[in-house]
Protein backbone atom coordinates (compact mmCIF):
# COMPACT_ATOMS: atom_id res chain seq x y z
CA UNK A 1 0.00 0.00 0.00
CA UNK A 2 1.35 3.49 -0.95
CA UNK A 3 2.47 5.71 2.33
CA UNK A 4 2.61 8.93 2.29
CA UNK A 5 5.16 9.03 5.40
CA UNK A 6 7.60 7.44 3.18
CA UNK A 7 8.29 10.56 1.03
CA UNK A 8 7.31 12.78 3.60
CA UNK A 9 10.52 15.27 4.31
CA UNK A 10 10.36 17.25 7.27
CA UNK A 11 6.73 18.42 9.10
CA UNK A 12 5.59 20.61 11.75
CA UNK A 13 3.26 19.09 14.43
CA UNK A 14 0.72 20.77 16.36
CA UNK A 15 -0.37 18.72 19.74
CA UNK A 16 -3.96 19.93 20.83
CA UNK A 17 -4.08 19.60 24.69
CA UNK A 18 -1.34 20.27 27.12
CA UNK A 19 -1.43 17.31 29.43
CA UNK A 20 0.91 14.26 30.75
CA UNK A 21 -0.79 12.31 27.44
CA UNK A 22 0.05 15.08 24.82
CA UNK A 23 3.78 16.02 26.03
CA UNK A 24 4.17 11.64 25.91
CA UNK A 25 2.90 12.17 22.17
CA UNK A 26 5.84 15.08 21.93
CA UNK A 27 8.51 12.72 23.62
CA UNK A 28 7.96 10.36 20.60
CA UNK A 29 7.07 12.54 17.94
CA UNK A 30 10.84 13.56 19.04
CA UNK A 31 12.37 10.06 18.33
CA UNK A 32 11.39 11.22 14.33
CA UNK A 33 13.92 13.10 12.68
CA UNK A 34 11.19 14.57 10.16
CA UNK A 35 9.72 16.14 12.82
CA UNK A 36 11.00 19.76 12.30
CA UNK A 37 9.03 21.52 15.01
CA UNK A 38 6.37 20.47 17.95
CA UNK A 39 3.65 23.21 19.43
CA UNK A 40 1.41 22.94 21.90
CA UNK A 41 -2.03 24.52 22.17
CA UNK A 42 -2.08 25.31 24.96
CA UNK A 43 1.11 25.79 26.46
CA UNK A 44 2.62 22.66 28.28
CA UNK A 45 4.88 25.06 30.19
CA UNK A 46 7.83 21.79 30.45
CA UNK A 47 8.07 20.98 26.69
CA UNK A 48 8.71 24.74 26.30
CA UNK A 49 11.82 24.90 28.93
CA UNK A 50 12.74 21.58 28.08
CA UNK A 51 12.39 20.95 24.29
CA UNK A 52 11.49 24.61 23.06
CA UNK A 53 8.26 23.58 21.82
CA UNK A 54 6.35 26.46 20.33
CA UNK A 55 2.91 26.85 21.83
CA UNK A 56 -0.09 29.39 21.22
CA UNK A 57 -3.66 29.53 22.50
CA UNK A 58 -7.01 30.19 20.54
CA UNK A 59 -10.41 31.37 21.35
CA UNK A 60 -12.11 30.36 18.16
CA UNK A 61 -11.81 28.11 15.58
CA UNK A 62 -11.01 30.72 13.33
CA UNK A 63 -8.02 31.92 15.42
CA UNK A 64 -6.98 28.53 15.44
CA UNK A 65 -6.90 28.15 11.81
CA UNK A 66 -4.62 31.33 11.59
CA UNK A 67 -1.69 30.37 13.72
CA UNK A 68 -1.82 26.97 12.35
CA UNK A 69 -1.31 29.00 8.67
CA UNK A 70 1.21 31.24 10.27
CA UNK A 71 3.45 28.78 11.86
CA UNK A 72 2.90 26.32 8.79
CA UNK A 73 1.60 23.73 10.43
CA UNK A 74 0.94 20.60 8.67
CA UNK A 75 -0.47 17.82 10.95
CA UNK A 76 -2.51 18.31 13.79
CA UNK A 77 -2.80 15.90 16.77
CA UNK A 78 -5.96 16.30 18.82
CA UNK A 79 -5.11 14.82 22.14
CA UNK A 80 -8.22 15.50 24.74
CA UNK A 81 -12.09 15.29 24.23
CA UNK A 82 -12.98 18.54 24.59
CA UNK A 83 -12.14 20.04 21.71
CA UNK A 84 -12.95 16.74 19.61
CA UNK A 85 -16.62 17.46 21.02
CA UNK A 86 -16.12 21.13 19.98
CA UNK A 87 -15.77 19.51 16.15
CA UNK A 88 -12.17 21.21 15.75
CA UNK A 89 -11.03 17.75 13.72
CA UNK A 90 -14.34 18.21 11.36
CA UNK A 91 -13.59 22.20 10.93
CA UNK A 92 -9.85 22.14 10.65
CA UNK A 93 -10.56 18.67 7.57
CA UNK A 94 -13.00 21.08 5.73
CA UNK A 95 -10.11 23.50 5.64
CA UNK A 96 -7.64 20.83 3.99
CA UNK A 97 -5.78 20.08 6.90
CA UNK A 98 -4.77 16.80 8.08
CA UNK A 99 -5.87 15.82 11.42
CA UNK A 100 -5.08 13.12 13.72
CA UNK A 101 -8.38 12.47 15.72
CA UNK A 102 -12.14 11.67 15.83
CA UNK A 103 -14.94 13.43 14.37
CA UNK A 104 -17.74 15.25 16.02
CA UNK A 105 -20.20 12.60 15.23
CA UNK A 106 -17.82 10.08 16.54
CA UNK A 107 -17.22 12.06 19.12
CA UNK A 108 -20.55 11.47 20.72
CA UNK A 109 -19.27 7.96 21.98
CA UNK A 110 -17.70 9.51 24.75
CA UNK A 111 -19.42 13.00 24.81
CA UNK A 112 -22.84 11.19 25.72
CA UNK A 113 -22.43 8.17 27.58
CA UNK A 114 -26.64 8.10 27.09
CA UNK A 115 -25.75 8.00 23.31
CA UNK A 116 -23.16 5.58 23.68
CA UNK A 117 -24.73 3.15 25.63
CA UNK A 118 -28.02 2.46 23.19
CA UNK A 119 -25.57 2.95 20.23
CA UNK A 120 -23.83 -0.08 21.63
CA UNK A 121 -26.82 -1.83 22.88
CA UNK A 122 -28.28 -1.59 19.90
CA UNK A 123 -25.18 -3.67 17.89
CA UNK A 124 -25.71 -6.26 20.55
CA UNK A 125 -22.25 -5.11 22.51
CA UNK A 126 -22.16 -7.06 25.45
CA UNK A 127 -22.29 -4.11 28.71
CA UNK A 128 -23.79 -3.48 31.53
CA UNK A 129 -27.27 -3.64 31.83
CA UNK A 130 -28.49 0.08 32.06
CA UNK A 131 -31.64 2.37 32.05
CA UNK A 132 -31.01 6.49 31.13
CA UNK A 133 -32.69 8.52 33.10
CA UNK A 134 -33.47 12.28 33.15
CA UNK A 135 -35.66 14.16 35.42
CA UNK A 136 -38.83 13.83 33.67
CA UNK A 137 -37.96 9.71 34.42
CA UNK A 138 -37.04 9.46 37.95
CA UNK A 139 -39.60 7.46 39.11
CA UNK A 140 -38.29 5.11 36.69
CA UNK A 141 -34.81 5.50 37.89
CA UNK A 142 -36.13 4.48 41.06
CA UNK A 143 -38.03 1.47 40.08
CA UNK A 144 -34.71 0.36 38.29
CA UNK A 145 -32.31 0.94 41.33
CA UNK A 146 -34.79 -1.65 43.38
CA UNK A 147 -34.26 -4.14 40.69
CA UNK A 148 -30.50 -4.51 40.76
CA UNK A 149 -27.92 -5.84 42.98
CA UNK A 150 -25.78 -4.09 45.23
CA UNK A 151 -23.47 -1.72 44.32
CA UNK A 152 -25.37 0.79 42.00
CA UNK A 153 -23.43 2.40 39.44
CA UNK A 154 -24.61 6.04 38.55
CA UNK A 155 -23.01 7.75 35.71
CA UNK A 156 -23.46 11.35 34.40
CA UNK A 157 -24.01 11.32 30.78
CA UNK A 158 -21.58 14.10 29.69
CA UNK A 159 -17.96 14.49 30.03
CA UNK A 160 -16.93 14.99 33.68
CA UNK A 161 -12.74 14.08 33.19
CA UNK A 162 -13.60 10.69 34.27
CA UNK A 163 -14.79 11.37 37.61
CA UNK A 164 -18.52 11.45 36.72
CA UNK A 165 -19.34 7.63 37.94
CA UNK A 166 -20.71 7.29 41.61
CA UNK A 167 -20.53 2.97 42.97
CA UNK A 168 -22.98 3.75 45.24
CA UNK A 169 -23.26 0.78 48.39
CA UNK A 170 -27.17 1.03 49.66
CA UNK A 171 -29.92 2.03 47.38
CA UNK A 172 -31.17 4.67 49.28
CA UNK A 173 -27.77 6.62 48.86
CA UNK A 174 -27.91 5.75 45.12
CA UNK A 175 -31.57 7.58 45.57
CA UNK A 176 -30.01 10.28 47.06
CA UNK A 177 -27.28 10.75 44.48
CA UNK A 178 -29.41 10.10 41.25
CA UNK A 179 -31.63 13.05 42.53
CA UNK A 180 -28.73 15.32 42.83
CA UNK A 181 -27.14 14.67 40.25
CA UNK A 182 -30.26 15.28 37.78
CA UNK A 183 -30.86 18.60 39.42
CA UNK A 184 -27.14 19.43 38.33
CA UNK A 185 -25.72 19.63 41.79
CA UNK A 186 -22.97 16.99 41.54
CA UNK A 187 -22.14 17.19 37.99
CA UNK A 188 -23.11 20.71 36.73
CA UNK A 189 -25.11 20.10 33.90
CA UNK A 190 -22.70 17.02 32.57
CA UNK A 191 -24.79 15.17 35.44
CA UNK A 192 -28.21 16.22 34.02
CA UNK A 193 -29.10 12.97 32.37
CA UNK A 194 -27.74 9.95 34.19
CA UNK A 195 -26.99 6.41 33.34
CA UNK A 196 -27.78 3.57 36.07
CA UNK A 197 -26.09 0.96 35.47
CA UNK A 198 -25.54 -2.77 36.96
CA UNK A 199 -22.44 -3.08 38.55
CA UNK A 200 -20.02 -5.53 36.99
CA UNK A 201 -17.27 -7.57 39.31
CA UNK A 202 -14.27 -8.20 37.03
CA UNK A 203 -10.68 -6.38 36.00
CA UNK A 204 -10.34 -3.68 33.87
CA UNK A 205 -8.53 -3.10 30.44
CA UNK A 206 -7.57 -0.16 28.78
CA UNK A 207 -7.33 -1.16 24.76
CA UNK A 208 -6.82 1.24 22.03
CA UNK A 209 -7.50 0.99 18.41
CA UNK A 210 -6.90 2.56 15.54
CA UNK A 211 -8.77 3.32 12.54
CA UNK A 212 -7.93 4.81 9.12
CA UNK A 213 -11.99 4.81 8.11
CA UNK A 214 -12.02 1.41 6.59
CA UNK A 215 -9.81 -1.18 9.05
CA UNK A 216 -7.66 -1.17 12.55
CA UNK A 217 -5.56 -2.07 14.29
CA UNK A 218 -5.43 -2.88 18.31
CA UNK A 219 -2.24 -1.59 20.34
CA UNK A 220 -1.27 -3.58 23.65
CA UNK A 221 -3.61 -3.74 26.36
CA UNK A 222 -3.20 -1.24 29.17
CA UNK A 223 -4.35 -1.26 32.80
CA UNK A 224 -4.96 1.46 34.42
CA UNK A 225 -5.90 2.56 38.14
CA UNK A 226 -8.69 4.65 38.93
CA UNK A 227 -8.87 5.30 42.58
CA UNK A 228 -6.78 7.73 44.10
CA UNK A 229 -5.43 5.11 46.59
CA UNK A 230 -3.65 2.18 47.26
CA UNK A 231 -6.05 -1.23 46.81
CA UNK A 232 -8.61 0.72 44.44
CA UNK A 233 -9.70 2.78 47.41
CA UNK A 234 -11.09 6.48 47.58
CA UNK A 235 -12.59 8.40 44.77
CA UNK A 236 -12.40 7.75 40.99
CA UNK A 237 -9.88 9.84 38.87
CA UNK A 238 -8.90 10.43 35.97
CA UNK A 239 -6.33 7.33 36.03
CA UNK A 240 -3.48 7.04 38.95
CA UNK A 241 -0.69 4.64 37.17
CA UNK A 242 -0.92 2.50 34.38
CA UNK A 243 1.62 -0.68 32.60
CA UNK A 244 1.34 -2.31 29.93
CA UNK A 245 2.74 -5.84 28.37
CA UNK A 246 0.33 -7.38 30.66
CA UNK A 247 0.86 -11.22 31.68
CA UNK A 248 -1.31 -14.21 29.88
CA UNK A 249 -3.83 -14.52 32.96
CA UNK A 250 -4.80 -10.84 32.61
CA UNK A 251 -4.98 -10.64 28.50
CA UNK A 252 -3.85 -13.20 25.63
CA UNK A 253 -5.06 -13.64 22.15
CA UNK A 254 -8.36 -15.07 23.10
CA UNK A 255 -8.92 -12.09 25.02
CA UNK A 256 -8.42 -9.80 22.30
CA UNK A 257 -9.96 -11.61 19.74
CA UNK A 258 -13.47 -11.59 22.26
CA UNK A 259 -12.71 -7.77 21.81
CA UNK A 260 -12.21 -7.52 18.25
CA UNK A 261 -15.27 -9.72 17.37
CA UNK A 262 -17.43 -8.53 19.88
CA UNK A 263 -16.51 -5.40 20.58
CA UNK A 264 -14.80 -3.74 18.22
CA UNK A 265 -15.42 -4.69 14.70
CA UNK A 266 -19.23 -4.46 14.86
CA UNK A 267 -18.46 -0.62 16.48
CA UNK A 268 -16.12 0.41 13.30
CA UNK A 269 -18.82 -1.70 10.55
CA UNK A 270 -21.68 0.28 12.12
CA UNK A 271 -20.10 3.31 12.00
CA UNK A 272 -18.95 2.89 8.26
CA UNK A 273 -22.58 1.94 7.71
CA UNK A 274 -23.79 5.60 9.04
CA UNK A 275 -21.84 7.23 7.01
CA UNK A 276 -19.18 8.47 9.80
CA UNK A 277 -16.10 6.13 9.34
CA UNK A 278 -14.51 6.39 12.38
CA UNK A 279 -10.66 8.20 12.19
CA UNK A 280 -8.10 8.22 14.73
CA UNK A 281 -7.93 6.48 17.94
CA UNK A 282 -10.63 4.66 19.74
CA UNK A 283 -10.05 3.91 23.72
CA UNK A 284 -12.43 1.01 24.85
CA UNK A 285 -12.81 0.49 28.62
CA UNK A 286 -13.70 -2.88 29.41
CA UNK A 287 -14.23 -5.09 32.01
CA UNK A 288 -13.92 -8.87 31.84
CA UNK A 289 -15.90 -10.79 33.94
CA UNK A 290 -15.19 -14.77 33.73
CA UNK A 291 -12.76 -14.26 30.84
CA UNK A 292 -15.42 -12.05 28.99
CA UNK A 293 -15.22 -9.04 27.78
CA UNK A 294 -17.40 -6.39 28.62
CA UNK A 295 -17.99 -2.71 26.95
CA UNK A 296 -17.98 0.03 30.01
CA UNK A 297 -17.06 3.07 28.35
CA UNK A 298 -15.95 4.23 24.61
CA UNK A 299 -13.55 7.39 24.60
CA UNK A 300 -12.22 8.73 21.57
CA UNK A 301 -8.99 9.42 22.40
CA UNK A 302 -5.62 8.20 24.04
CA UNK A 303 -6.27 7.78 27.87
CA UNK A 304 -4.19 9.47 30.03
CA UNK A 305 -2.25 7.78 31.63
CA UNK A 306 -2.72 5.24 28.83
CA UNK A 307 -0.50 7.12 26.76
CA UNK A 308 2.17 7.59 28.57
CA UNK A 309 3.16 3.37 28.95
CA UNK A 310 2.18 3.10 25.08
CA UNK A 311 4.30 5.49 23.59
CA UNK A 312 7.37 4.56 24.89
CA UNK A 313 6.36 1.03 23.91
CA UNK A 314 6.30 2.22 20.20
CA UNK A 315 9.19 1.20 17.56
CA UNK A 316 7.63 1.97 14.87
CA UNK A 317 7.85 5.93 14.40
CA UNK A 318 4.63 7.25 16.46
CA UNK A 319 4.73 9.89 13.29
CA UNK A 320 4.55 7.37 11.15
CA UNK A 321 1.52 5.60 12.61
CA UNK A 322 -0.46 8.77 13.30
CA UNK A 323 0.58 10.48 10.04
CA UNK A 324 -0.86 7.37 7.97
CA UNK A 325 -4.26 6.66 9.74
CA UNK A 326 -4.95 10.53 9.80
CA UNK A 327 -4.00 9.69 5.80
CA UNK A 328 -6.53 6.90 6.00
CA UNK A 329 -3.19 4.75 5.05
CA UNK A 330 -2.38 1.70 6.80
CA UNK A 331 0.86 0.78 8.03
CA UNK A 332 2.30 -3.49 7.19
CA UNK A 333 3.23 -3.87 10.40
CA UNK A 334 3.38 -1.69 13.61
CA UNK A 335 6.82 -2.89 15.58
CA UNK A 336 7.09 -2.49 19.40
CA UNK A 337 10.49 -2.27 22.06
CA UNK A 338 10.61 -5.39 23.58
CA UNK A 339 10.28 -3.81 27.16
CA UNK A 340 7.28 -3.78 29.57
CA UNK A 341 7.01 0.13 30.65
CA UNK A 342 5.34 1.13 33.71
CA UNK A 343 3.95 4.74 34.89
CA UNK A 344 3.41 6.16 38.19
CA UNK A 345 1.11 9.60 38.43
CA UNK A 346 2.25 12.02 41.06
CA UNK A 347 -0.55 14.68 42.05
CA UNK A 348 -1.10 17.58 44.19
CA UNK A 349 -2.75 16.34 47.40
CA UNK A 350 -6.13 18.21 46.66
CA UNK A 351 -6.41 16.36 43.21
CA UNK A 352 -10.37 15.58 42.87
CA UNK A 353 -11.03 17.03 46.52
CA UNK A 354 -13.64 19.98 46.29
CA UNK A 355 -11.71 21.98 48.75
CA UNK A 356 -8.01 23.50 46.98
CA UNK A 357 -5.24 23.58 48.55
CA UNK A 358 -3.15 27.21 48.86
CA UNK A 359 0.00 24.76 48.39
CA UNK A 360 -0.38 25.08 44.75
CA UNK A 361 1.50 25.93 42.56
CA UNK A 362 4.37 24.05 44.13
CA UNK A 363 7.84 24.12 43.20
CA UNK A 364 9.74 20.78 41.70
CA UNK A 365 12.58 20.07 42.96
CA UNK A 366 14.54 17.20 41.08
CA UNK A 367 17.58 14.89 42.98
CA UNK A 368 20.27 14.31 40.77
CA UNK A 369 18.54 13.87 37.78
CA UNK A 370 18.14 15.57 34.09
CA UNK A 371 14.47 15.97 34.09
CA UNK A 372 14.47 16.85 30.46
CA UNK A 373 16.52 13.54 29.82
CA UNK A 374 14.05 11.93 27.28
CA UNK A 375 16.24 9.32 25.99
CA UNK A 376 17.15 7.21 29.22
CA UNK A 377 16.82 3.53 28.74
CA UNK A 378 15.16 3.08 32.52
CA UNK A 379 12.94 5.73 32.43
CA UNK A 380 11.77 9.41 31.90
CA UNK A 381 9.50 11.87 33.47
CA UNK A 382 6.20 13.24 31.58
CA UNK A 383 5.05 16.41 32.45
CA UNK A 384 1.35 16.98 33.07
CA UNK A 385 -0.04 19.49 34.81
CA UNK A 386 2.95 22.13 35.78
CA UNK A 387 3.27 26.18 35.60
CA UNK A 388 6.79 28.32 34.88
CA UNK A 389 7.91 30.95 36.45
CA UNK A 390 11.66 32.62 36.24
CA UNK A 391 12.31 29.02 34.28
CA UNK A 392 11.26 27.28 37.44
CA UNK A 393 9.15 25.14 37.10
CA UNK A 394 5.73 24.57 39.89
CA UNK A 395 3.24 21.56 39.85
CA UNK A 396 -0.14 22.67 39.92
CA UNK A 397 -3.11 21.07 41.60
CA UNK A 398 -3.87 18.23 39.82
CA UNK A 399 -2.21 15.39 38.20
CA UNK A 400 1.31 17.05 37.93
CA UNK A 401 4.28 14.87 36.82
CA UNK A 402 4.32 10.92 35.36
CA UNK A 403 7.52 8.99 36.29
CA UNK A 404 7.69 6.21 33.47
CA UNK A 405 9.65 3.30 33.97
CA UNK A 406 10.88 0.49 31.67
CA UNK A 407 12.70 -2.73 31.97
CA UNK A 408 13.04 -6.02 30.63
CA UNK A 409 10.58 -7.40 32.75
CA UNK A 410 7.61 -5.40 34.56
CA UNK A 411 9.10 -5.50 38.00
CA UNK A 412 12.03 -3.86 36.52
CA UNK A 413 10.00 -0.92 35.01
CA UNK A 414 7.68 -1.03 38.03
CA UNK A 415 11.05 -0.57 40.15
CA UNK A 416 12.67 2.11 37.64
CA UNK A 417 9.57 4.08 37.57
CA UNK A 418 9.00 4.38 41.13
CA UNK A 419 13.26 4.74 41.92
CA UNK A 420 11.97 8.10 39.58
CA UNK A 421 9.07 9.12 41.52
CA UNK A 422 11.51 9.26 44.78
CA UNK A 423 14.03 11.70 42.42
CA UNK A 424 11.62 14.42 42.23
CA UNK A 425 9.27 16.23 44.66
CA UNK A 426 6.60 19.03 45.60
CA UNK A 427 4.69 19.84 48.50
CA UNK A 428 1.69 17.72 49.14
CA UNK A 429 2.75 14.83 46.40
CA UNK A 430 0.87 12.15 46.37
CA UNK A 431 1.24 8.84 44.39
CA UNK A 432 -0.06 5.27 44.65
CA UNK A 433 2.30 2.77 45.77
CA UNK A 434 0.82 -0.27 44.40
CA UNK A 435 0.65 0.19 40.29
CA UNK A 436 0.35 -2.88 38.29
CA UNK A 437 -0.42 -4.98 41.49
CA UNK A 438 -2.70 -7.60 39.26
CA UNK A 439 0.16 -8.72 37.51
CA UNK A 440 2.72 -8.70 39.93
CA UNK A 441 0.63 -10.17 42.78
P1 LIG B 1 -16.30 4.98 33.08
O1 LIG B 1 -16.07 6.47 33.04
O2 LIG B 1 -17.61 4.57 32.54
O3 LIG B 1 -15.15 4.17 32.56
O4 LIG B 1 -16.27 4.63 34.63
C1 LIG B 1 -15.18 4.97 35.44
C2 LIG B 1 -14.82 3.78 36.28
O5 LIG B 1 -15.90 3.38 37.11
C3 LIG B 1 -14.46 2.56 35.48
O6 LIG B 1 -13.13 2.58 35.05
C4 LIG B 1 -14.73 1.46 36.48
O7 LIG B 1 -13.67 1.35 37.41
C5 LIG B 1 -15.94 1.96 37.22
N1 LIG B 1 -17.17 1.46 36.59
C6 LIG B 1 -17.89 2.07 35.64
N2 LIG B 1 -18.95 1.34 35.28
C7 LIG B 1 -18.92 0.22 36.02
C8 LIG B 1 -19.75 -0.93 36.13
N3 LIG B 1 -20.87 -1.07 35.42
N4 LIG B 1 -19.39 -1.90 37.00
C9 LIG B 1 -18.27 -1.76 37.76
N5 LIG B 1 -17.45 -0.69 37.72
C10 LIG B 1 -17.77 0.30 36.87
N1 LIG C 1 -6.97 6.92 32.06
C1 LIG C 1 -8.32 6.90 31.70
C2 LIG C 1 -8.73 7.93 30.76
O1 LIG C 1 -7.92 8.56 30.10
O2 LIG C 1 -9.92 8.16 30.62
Do not use: W
Amino acid sequence: MHNSYSTLQSIRVLIIGNGGREYSIALALQQDKKVKQIFFSPENPAATLFFNAGHFSYSSHDELLAHIQTHKIDFVIIGPEAPLMQGISDFLVHHNILVFGSSYANAKLEGSKAYMKSFIHNLGIPTAKYKEITQGSIEEGYDFIDTLPLPIVLKASGLCGGKGVLILDSKEEAKNKLLLMLEGKLFGDAGKEVVIEEFLDGYELSVFALSNGSDYVVLPACQDHKRLLDDDKGPNTGGMGTYTNLPAKLYNKELETKIKDKILTPTFDALKKMGTPYKGVIFAGIMVVKNEPYLLEYNVRFGDPECEVLMPLLKTSALELMYSYAKGESLESIIFNDICVVCVVMSSSDYVQDSKSSDYPAKISFDNIDPKNITADNGHLVFANTSLKDSILYANSGRSIVAVGKGKSLKEARDNAYTLVGKVDFKGKHYRRDIAYQALQ
